[in-house]
């Protein structure tokens, strides 16, 4: 009781720092703070689902500030709201097909010519434009977010960041921080995450990019499509291979594309003759103006009761989309 | 009237387009076989190493021409030529447009005209609330994600996990 007291006027410390604007957060005793909740409940058990929303909504901004910044202050979000509400369609439809189903999900192409996608835990996805790109169908979308849906569902980041930090930090450190307000928040989220999103430069243990892929196969194929998109789209990644400058930071954090197929190939291989074979729906094309405006506003609506079905694409090619391997007829 | 009919003959023109191969090396020692089938007769089999031409993919398959059989295996076991064997190597646009396969017409670096995400960029990265009330707008609720789907002719199948490796 008296250490729950001692956490409680901690909090509200934390809290008072975090609302008079704070230089107090520098001063905060973190340690303290740590310490006297060790014996909680929610010490032992990690994080509830609430603050794990409110860490990857942390991240998921972050990393959409970090776009900003390299995109020279232009909107970190493709300007195409079809196309993002295409995309959360389809990222919703998947994470349907999973053990958490309703977490808040969102998903954004963001204004990024490097190939690469990003989970923060609570459903917080993002994948950007130089991915989307290469993308020739719908299973091959999927596949990619089955991927980064995975990681989500198995919280494979919060695991990173008990292992960084420890389990009982985590909970503690959010519980406060998903209460604090300006640079007390900031300098409390810092101490769970890192600071900016450096945590999605750190990337993930190999087993979990593994995991997440077996795990992206299988929501692709429970949601009626081709349980091979993924197989395609690391194909692509291994044909570009690691000299391509756009793929850096991707290779720098998950192991080689070519380590991936095998895991999964393996996997896969005795599962091929019960899988559905599953559709390949054509994917919606980006708008021919994806420049962003400058200082692009949110806009007011809300969100779309049911997003558009996709465009037919214009061509009916699909495949592996490797060098003069890009004309097979759509397979359906 | 006119415009199904262009578009008939587009469809019919697209599938009659001659498949281009391409090349390939076998991953692992593996049996060809006659058919997109693990049931279908095995006619061939393939060592490790082997350079071949894929010609063809159904589902998990690929049709696989060497110096020495022709058949089909299961496509995460050859790896395709990397771009820089294949075409010359330019290491920009061109490289993306031959990879982007039929999507030959758009150049992500050129139009957004940055470098985009890095380590260092990542690591300051300040949280920008007016993008993540635009990403809040996007969403959509499972019940419109099922309606959407189903509009668009998908039905969800049953699939257990796959077993770790």
Redesign the interface.
Known sequence: MTIVRSLGYCLALALASGLTGTAGAATLDLGKLIGAGKDLATAGTGIDEKQEVEIGREIAGRTLGATTAANGGRSALVNDPELQAYVNRVGRWIASQGERPDLPWRFGVTNDPTVNAFAAPGGYILITLGLYEILDTEAQLAGVLGHEIGHVVKRHHVTVMQKSAGVSAVAQLGQVAVQARGAARQDLFNRVIGTGAEIFARGLDKEAEFEADQIGVVLAARAGYSPYGLIEVLHKLAARGGSDESLALLFSTHPHPNERLQKLGEALEPRVPTLPAGQEPAIRQVSADVAPAPAARPTTRAAKPEAPAPAPAPSGGTGFGIPGFGSFPLRR | MRFLGAAFFT?LA??A??????QVVV?KDTELRGDA???APVVGKVAKGTNGE?T?????WVNLKTTGATGWL????V??????A??G?D?GAG??N???????N?S??S??G??????E??????????????????????D??????T???????????????
């Open positions: 469809i697209t599938l387009m001659p498949v281009a191969a391409q991953e089938s693990s049931t894929v063809d993919k159904k589902g998990a299961f496509s995460f076991n790896r395709f030529a990397s771009s820089a294949g075409g190597g290491g490289t993306m031959r990879l982007a396969g039929p999507r030959t758009v992500v670096t139009t957004l940055t470098r985009g995400l890095d380590k960029t990542l690591g300051n990265g300040v949280f920008d609330a007016e993008q993540m009330q635009l990403l809040d707008s996007y969403a959509t609720t499972r419109a994600a099922q309606a959407g789907a509009g668009a002719g998908l039905a969800s199948a049953s699939v257990a996990y796959l077993e770790a490796k």
